[in-house]
């Protein structure tokens, strides 16, 4: 039996200091389990509650699209100025090096290429890889009013399910066919559908009439989905007004590794989304850093 006599009972109890219990930072994440709301706060910046996620992850329907065509030389620069990568497993297992510390957001769905119906993808990754890699989220495309929408929303409810299982967030991405309306009604159902079908955050474009009303209805976290290149400004000023309106960041793609300078743009996108900058400042901001050498 251990000799306990003599030792000095020295245990600070702090019994007139009650245990907090502190929220959870984000949007409709408090009733998740701790390693679901663990990975959203690598995803998410906790002080910020935004992010800044860098969409590389087009190859998988597009083939290598313009300024991807050399992720490890045009890509991984970039990589220090990210909150979050968003990529398939592919790009992630031949050339993001395991070294990094950024958390990585899986490409989860695919099929179709860009020669075919784009609607008609399955999950296109097992939630147990996703572990295997120390994915922070999965992601998924959920096409509503498409061809293929119910299978695609099923996609989605059985990735939810077996996120559920591993702690594993699932990013719902609102894919909008060619020639569907993009409006705010529209996202407003897009989204909607897939945060009550259990997406733990939700990717979507800006729309410029009405975005507010689309994060005020969706009970999760919205991250702006950059689309097609836009001049800097114009996307800078897309970014502010998203966040401004109620988004919890930005998931960009093209708008950055399009840009002529990438890591100026970068730096400004970060800005304007952790810090509120103003678009028009955060243009001075990425000519400044674009004339400085080494990004040009
Ligand atoms: C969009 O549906 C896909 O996830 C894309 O591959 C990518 O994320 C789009 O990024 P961006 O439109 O900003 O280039």
Redesign the pocket.
Known sequence: MADTDGVKESKQFYEDIPMETPGFFLRGSGSLDWGMKNRLSRVFNPQTGRTVML?I??G?FQGPTTGLERVDLNILPLEPQIDAW?LTRGILRTTVPPTTNKPVVL?ASGGPSILKELSDEQIAVSMEDAVRVNAAAV?I?VFIGGQFETRSVHNMTRLVDEGLRCGIPVLA?T?VGKDMVRDAKYFRLACRICAELGAQFVKTYYVAEGFETITSSCPVPIVM????KLPELDALTMAYNAVQQGAAGV?????IFQSDAPTAMLAAVREVVHNNMKPADALDLYKTLKSEKGNE
């Open positions: 969409a992850d087009h998988y968003m490409r992601a495309q991405v894919a989905a950059g689309g097609k998931d960009m793609g093209r708008n």
